[in-house]
Structure formats: structure tokens, C-alpha cells
T-cell receptor, first 112, second 116 residues
Framework: DSGVTQTPKHLITATGQRVTLRCSPRSGDLSVYWYQQSLDQGLQFLIHYYNGEERAKGNILERFSAQQFPDLHSELNLSSLELGDSALYFC???????????FGSGTRLTVV | AQKITQTQPGMFVQEKEAVTLDCTYDTSDPSYGLFWYKQPSSGEMIFLIYQGSYDQQNATEGRYSLNFQKARKSANLVISASQLGDSAMYFC?????????????FGQGTRLTINP
């Protein structure tokens, strides 16, 4: 157990639907990063939150949004899902902006 | 521009042999960190080793060592005495800077297969 908890582990949903992925960072970590891993795009950075504030955005689609709550857990919302959104979504946490990163076990999203 | 390049899509190695996984990087920031992660077939990302740009010595963690050649901008992972359990995808990643947004940028990965 890495200390970073992601739920659910697996998610199957239909095109056009909306899903929410949840991440609880390791105790004491203030930063949460979201990544998307697909076969054709590799590991792509989506967004970074630090202590509730958005710090950086990567290749995140407008249909996707995220937030970090006062208890530091984070949610990634994916809407109007397309087949191409099928991927493994990771969150990672770190103490500050760039010390060791700990990854969760990921959420495997399948859009059918 | 590709910041992390892993030129070996796949590698096959005999058990107990040493293996070197290549990684080159590109950055103009003098402060950066280099990471290696292992991703077995189960999917989780496992941290292996870290090298900071100002570290004078190459990092080592058990059977893992990082061959850091700053002038060549390379950070190759060396696994000594490979084991069947080392079969996995391996990703090199870089963090630029010490302040502000410090995301990791990943290479495309190398799939390592250890043969008995």
C-alpha cells in the first residue's frame, strides 16, 4: 500500500456519461497530481493541485475538471465521455511541490 | 519538444544478467530531478530511484543504480543481477525546477522482459 488511495479501481461506463475519480493523498502530502496513461499517448500530466489551489495544467481536456478539497483529497471529473478517454488514470502526491512522488494504484476507465 | 527520451521500446535479458535502460533528457533549467519508475503488469507505479541535478554521486538503491552523465544529459538505469520479477515497464521521468509547479514528465517507457 503506497498510502495514496484511488477509487474506484475499475470503472466501465457508456459514451456521453460523466464519472468522478477520487484520490486521497498520502498523509501529510499537500500536492496532488493527476495523470492519464493510454496506449497511444503514454503518461500524460493532466493537472496539479497544491493545498487546494490549482498550480499547473497539462493536456487536460475542457470536458475534464478537477478540484482539491480542504481535507486534501482530490476528485477528477470526466464528462461527455468518449471511447478515446479509456485509460488508466493515476494520481500522485508529494509533500511539497517536488519531492518524492507517490502514486496510487490507478483507476482503469473503460468507455464503451 | 520531447523532454524525456527512452529509445528502447523493448528489451530481453537473461536472468541474472545486468541490464541498462537508456534515458536522455532535455532541459535548460539547472535544477532538476530524474526519477525511474517500474510498472508491472498489475499497473501500479513503483518508485525505484532518484537523482538530483546537483548530486555529486550516482544514486544507488539496492540492485538499482543510476548512471548519471550530466554533460550528455543521460540518466540510464542499471539493474544488476536481474530477476524474473524485474519484468515490467520502466519509465524515466524528470521534474524541472525547485519552485512552483513541479510536475513529472515521463518518457514513453521500456518494456523489460527477463528470460529464465
Amino acid at each position: 500500500d503506497s498510502g495514496v488511495t484511488q477509487t474506484p479501481k475499475h470503472l466501465i461506463t457508456a459514451t456521453g456519461q460523466r464519472v468522478t475519480l477520487r484520490c486521497s493523498p498520502r498523509s501529510g502530502d499537500l500536492s496532488v497530481y493527476w495523470y492519464q496513461q493510454s496506449l497511444d499517448q503514454g503518461l500524460q500530466f493532466l493537472i496539479h493541485y497544491y493545498n487546494g489551489e490549482e498550480r499547473a495544467k497539462g493536456n487536460i481536456l475542457e470536458r475534464f475538471s478537477a478540484q482539491q478539497f480542504p481535507d486534501l483529497h482530490s476528485e477528477l471529473n470526466l464528462s461527455s465521455l468518449e471511447l478515446g478517454d479509456s485509460a488508466l488514470y493515476f494520481c500522485a502526491s508529494s509533500v511539497s511541490g517536488g519531492d518524492g512522488y507517490t502514486f496510487g494504484s490507478g483507476t482503469r476507465l473503460t468507455v464503451v | 519538444a520531447q523532454k524525456i527520451t527512452q529509445t528502447q521500446p523493448g528489451m530481453f535479458v537473461q536472468e541474472k544478467e545486468a541490464v541498462t535502460l537508456d534515458c536522455t533528457y532535455d532541459t535548460s533549467d539547472p535544477s532538476y530531478g530524474l526519477f525511474w519508475y517500474k510498472q508491472p503488469s498489475s499497473g501500479e507505479m513503483i518508485f525505484l530511484i532518484y537523482q538530483g541535478s546537483y548530486d555529486q554521486q550516482n544514486a544507488t538503491e539496492g540492485r538499482y543504480s543510476l548512471n548519471f552523465q550530466k554533460a550528455r544529459k543521460s540518466a540510464n538505469l542499471v539493474i544488476s543481477a536481474s530477476q524474473l520479477g524485474d519484468s515490467a515497464m520502466y519509465f524515466c521521468a524528470m521534474r524541472e525546477g525547485l519552485q512552483g509547479a513541479q510536475k513529472l514528465v515521463f518518457g514513453q517507457g521500456t518494456r523489460l522482459t527477463i528470460n529464465p
